[in-house]
């Protein structure tokens, strides 16, 4: 088989340029002798890949100084509890907004060390849609607001930065990070899972304003304070040193496609195009409002339920595969991160025209 | 330059064999059309490489069926919070061995949750022995008993599983595991980063016994609690898919060298082979006692400190690489874990030999 347009919502697609280049250095990493993932990560090959690394996501997501990026292990999971165990401080209470799947995780964490107080839930509509900035319910004693700009599951997107005033604003970008230009100064904590738009799962990128470092209380982890990790500079352990090099690679290669703001445009045109084929059909739908179409993870349903296993396997023997919905949902789901070529995203319309066209 | 010898502590050398496999089918795993980083978990095809992991590592390590495999992000330093966290229950003390610099950080940590008892230190002896066991201090009413089998940064190992009773032994196996056979059955916790012996880093083998699980109070993170894992067959979310692969590769690779008895056998080998050449040279020396040698990592010190740079540099122009000894110890250090070649140990003597000749 030759490579698959795979949908997959995580782990997912890797460029292809990204995999030619580790394929070629897998057993020697630039004359070293060594293969990146038996290097020392405090021998000075490695320092160097790491710090590069770095550097390259500092300057395409124009992150300001007074905030240090980490690599941690342990995906956005972990940072449903580190947040709450870093932030609270004194405080007794966070604001959350619940929004779908991904954020009733992160509330639920969050509720072993603090009240949540909900500013705004969409539960009651399925999560298809994002409630009205007029109903929200802010409160300013919280430690920190919470939410999740895009909702993998859901198919449900922030399409701005929720105005919180001076509490600091904390989001689970897995998602969505590198997919478009963003204003990290608005934010107190970023945080990704690696296994979405930037490469392989087992890592997790944070962007932590400095100013919130060093709150964690003494019985929080060593492993789970922000302020170890940001002291040693991510390697207070050994890091995941060699999903560290390919995430720097990826942000090499993002460097190359023009950055951000050329990502931004071909995103929100591969989603456009697809939504556009969605919404120009009967025999597809998708339930999301409009308003918060996700531009990432795109669901759709099929006229007649009873066609899902017909079209996942006539996908697959087309070379799009990896299109099942989530139990939860249905249907099915097309994850369109960064890595997915516009080929990929045409490749898919021009099949589902296709079995529309023969089975509707 | 070719395939160096490396030394490295970790992340370490990976066998050749299993490094070209996973060159080769690095963008198309048997025909896919997918890499093993960019599939779902959740899929067929992952799931089938991490279930024949589990079943080749229980295969090697004779693992018996009331013990859970968990393959985990945080690597040891994590484990240093999750033991006592989901160990200790009611009881407010645990049972420590401080040996060297792991056993430290493991105390350390363990501090925050419980009083920790010391069983027996040589940290008079600056770790370069093992306290005899009629100076043992065992409390049976601890939690658990936590040691470190092989002392990474002193090379110091505990050649017998100590005997501690009813109380359940709880072992840090990252530098150890897989060198030779274990009877898994005399412990309750056996766990390992994966950087050293087994493969990348950013995965932690965890081998609990059934009957421990399900003690973590409310407080502790999901991602920290061993029942979260369990239950979830290590998927709770997205694990490390890319390293757990590679360690599957790596337990293949051991059950076609014949196992770990025939690892063993190679093992001795090689450690017997550096010390002899240690012990019977002025020049070169090992400080720990000849009861208590680790087979993985072997530090040594050079009659005049004045030629460690000049050794290092020979040593790398020869192939041989990361042999720096650890800041807290000095000299030099060769870890030869099980993909470090005998040839490779054969080339480290020849050039200490020859360095010795030309500088003594």
Redesign the interface.
Known sequence: ????Y?F???????P?AV??Q??EE???WQ?????V?????R?KEYMSIATQAEADLRELMAIPENYKVLFL??????Q???VP?NLLGDKKTADYFNTGQWSKKAIA?AK??CDVNLVASSEAENFCTIPDTANWNLNADAAYVHYTPNETIGGLEFQEIPEVGDVPLVADFSSTILSRPLDVSRYGIIYA?T?KNI?????AVVIVREDLLGNAG???????NYATHAKADSM????????WY?AGLVFKWLKQQGGLEAMAKINQGKAQALYNAIDTSDFYANPVDPRYRSWMNIPFTLADDGLNDTFLSEAKAA?L??LKGHRSVGGMRASIYNAMPEAGVQALIAFMKDFEQRKA
Not at 73 to 78: I, K, R
Not at 199 to 203: D, Q, R, S
Not at 236 to 243: G, K, S
């Open positions: 088989m030759s490579r698959a795979n997959s919502a995580g782990p997912a697609m890797v292809e995999l030619q580790a394929q897998l057993l020697d004359g070293s002798g060594m293969s993932m038996e290097m020392s990560h021998g292990q342990g995906g956005a999971s972990s449903f509890a580190m165990l964490e072993r060390y899972g296994q490469g392989p799962a087992g890592m003494d019985s929080t982890p060593a492993m789970f207070y352990n050994t890091p995941p040193t060699y999903t390919f070379n595969v990896t």
